[in-house]
């Protein structure tokens, strides 16, 4: 792992630890409408804060990272024990068509490239039903935007200042989603697609 990816792990880490399921991620879960019996896929799970949070509601967990290092520290949690980590690439992945009811990818696309997120979006468009998906609000606030995106650039990877330039409402539409559902809360935004 590259000195990048130690930060990020580490800030992640700090962040979803036992006890502290922040009021971001049960928003999320909450807006998504996740309950007992959803099936629910955690894209980009990193070491899986969403993925403990989605499984306080829900019996049915699966959660992959590209990182096989995030999966790892993500199944040494005692809260990993209901939940499937498994490595995988969100832009081509093991399942069969519509295997899940619920698909997250929060804060995730942003590090897969534009062209990997637009694979994504249509990889989960394949393998759930709907889709609840938190980016940083690129539209929303614009002026914040224009200059924040620089020096976040320096923490994030390559391809990230070229996925600042494309809304991601249209890249999700284009993936063949309809966003039903909108919410803002700055500096992010969840979509709730169908
Ligand atoms: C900012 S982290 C995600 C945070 C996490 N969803 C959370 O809520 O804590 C971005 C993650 O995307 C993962 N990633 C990047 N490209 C990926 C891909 N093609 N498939 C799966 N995961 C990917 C990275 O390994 C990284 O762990």
């Known amino acids: 792992m ?3 990816e130690t930060i990020e792990t580490f800030a992640l880490k700090r962040m979803g630890r036992s006890g502290q399921t922040s009021d971001f991620r049960r928003r999320i879960i ?3 409408g996740i309950g007992p019996d959803t099936r629910v896929i955690d894209m980009a799970t990193a070491v899986g804060g969403m993925a403990y949070a989605a499984a306080e509601k829900s019996r049915h967990v699966t959660a992959i990272d590209i990182s096989e290092q995030r999966i790892n520290i993500a199944k040494t949690d005692p809260r990993a024990d209901n939940i499937d980590f498994r490595v995988m690439d969100a832009t081509h992945t093991d399942f069969a068509d519509k295997t899940f009811d619920v698909a997250l990818i929060v804060l995730g696309l942003h590090e ?3 062209p990997g997120a637009k694979s994504a979006l249509k990889e989960a468009r394949r393998i759930s039903k709907e889709l609840a998906v938190t980016e940083f609000g690129l539209d929303k606030w614009t002026l914040f935007w224009s200059f924040f995106r620089y020096a976040l650039a320096l923490f994030e990877p390559p ?3 070229k996925f600042t330039r494309y809304n991601i409402a249209e890249m999700i539409k284009e993936a063949g989603w309809e966003i039903n559902k909108e919410h803002a809360k700055f500096p992010f935004v969840t979509y709730i697609c169908s």
Do not use: S
Request: proline share 0%; charged share 15%; net charge neutral.
């Open 112 to 114: 897969m490239t534009a």
């Open 30 to 32: 909450e807006t998504a």
């Open 159 to 161: 391809g990230f200042l």
């Open 2 to 4: 590259g000195l990048r």
